[in-house]
């Protein structure tokens, strides 16, 4: 699984200059994707070993590792992100007597048998990704402090050229006078696919649009979810001009090709990275007026729409497709929208002083435990 934790955790890896005071470490249960990123960034990365709740004897083996590392290193606090972590982890930590933090990426319910046993180890600060998820943190943890810190988002190194741009769409069979509309999400059915398809079947009389669908599937069921959607384009007549472009590693290169980015999330996105890439990419946005989404998309980079009202969203998308001036104005005011939230200097020292606030010692050329799970 790679998402908008594991991209936080990279981001975080790749600026800790910008936190000079703070000596970041990072633990994880499996090595795949972000223990080789982390590695590749230079940071010190613990590999616990793998786990699974329901094999006991892994669980008490990574919590061994996990005390074996707190007590070779002076860590002044730790952090665990979820609540899997947080109930497999937050008692090794307490027990070693270290301040710990929980950084929550998700909407909390507290019904979850995971949230349930989570809340059975309080933490002395909660970390939240949106003001959204904060609101949801009660449900886990009733009595403690809760602080909001947006992620840090790294804008694009430059501008893609108008070469760049065509070469893009070449390689992608697409017109280069065409309206791309794109979508880049995991294959999960509340990323709001599905009403996206049926949104463009009702903008089959508008000539000139082509969508690319960007994202593959990284669980089992979502093979089948990934199919069934490409069936769905083509049982409703708009297969040749939707694109399914599977897992993608140029990201920035698709969303600088491209014209509007939309994601019509049928639940709530907890804060939602893949917005901000692209606003920084000068996409207008549109989404859905729920979740995290609400704190990022104004009147002045996009345009909100009722969940679940596929006419709606085919109106506001035909709208953009037929006026450039409005794509172009509201893109305008995408990159600093982005970084009036993500700016990675200025989250990353709101960070630093939260986390300050409740180490065990003042975070001057100190150790902060990045405790996760990847």
């Not at 003001?131 to 403690?144: E, S």
């Not at 999330?265 to 996409?283: K, T, V």
Request: aromatic share 6%; charged share 20%; hydrophobic share 40%.
């Amino acid at each position: 699984m790679y998402g908008g934790v594991e991209t936080l955790l990279t981001t975080l890896a790749l600026h800790r200059d910008l936190a000079p005071d703070m000596d970041a470490h990072f633990a994880l249960c499996f090595e795949q994707r972000l223990s080789a990123e982390l590695t590749a960034s230079g940071v010190p990365v613990h590999l616990l070993g793998n786990v699974r709740i329901s094999r006991l004897l892994t669980v008490v083996r990574t919590r061994r590792a996990l005390t074996k590392l707190l007590r070779c290193i002076p860590f002044d606090l730790a952090i665990c992100h979820s609540a899997w972590s947080q109930a497999l982890f937050g008692p090794t930590v307490r027990a070693a007597e270290i301040p710990l933090v929980f950084w929550l990426h998700g909407e909390a319910n507290g019904r979850h048998w995971l949230e349930r046993w989570a809340g059975k180890t309080p933490p002395d600060l909660a970390l939240c990704n949106s003001k959204f998820t904060a609101q949801t943190l009660p449900n886990i943890y009733p009595h403690v402090r809760t602080e909001v810190v947006y992620c840090p988002v790294t804008p694009p190194e430059r501008g893609e050229s108008s070469a760049d741009r065509a070469a893009t769409r070449a390689e992608l069979q697409t017109p280069e006078n065409a309206v791309v509309i794109i979508q880049v999400s995991r294959m999960e059915s509340w990323k709001g696919h599905a009403l996206h398809l049926e949104a463009l079947s009702l903008l089959k009389d508008l000539p000139g649009w082509v969508c690319w669908q960007v994202g593959g599937a990284q669980k089992p069921g979502e093979l089948e979810y990934f199919a069934e959607l490409k069936k769905t384009a083509i049982r409703l007549g708009i297969g040749d001009r939707v694109h399914f472009l599977g897992q993608r590693s140029d990201v920035p290169k698709l969303l600088a090709a491209a014209n509007i980015h939309c994601q019509p999330n049928s639940g709530p996105e907890p804060f939602g990275i893949a917005f901000i890439e692209a606003l920084h990419a000068r996409l207008p946005v549109v989404t859905t007026a729920i979740g995290g989404a609400c704190e990022i998309v104004d009147e002045s980079c996009g345009l909100l729409v009722p969940p679940g009202d596929a006419e709606a969203l085919a109106a506001s998308l035909r709208r953009l497709i037929e006026d450039e001036n409005l794509r172009r104005s509201l893109g305008a005011s995408g990159p600093l929208r982005a970084q009036e939230l993500c700016d990675p200097a200025t989250q990353i020292e709101r960070l630093g002083r939260l986390l300050a606030s409740v180490a065990r010692r003042p975070i001057v050329n100190s150790n902060v435990q990045q405790e996760v799970t990847g």
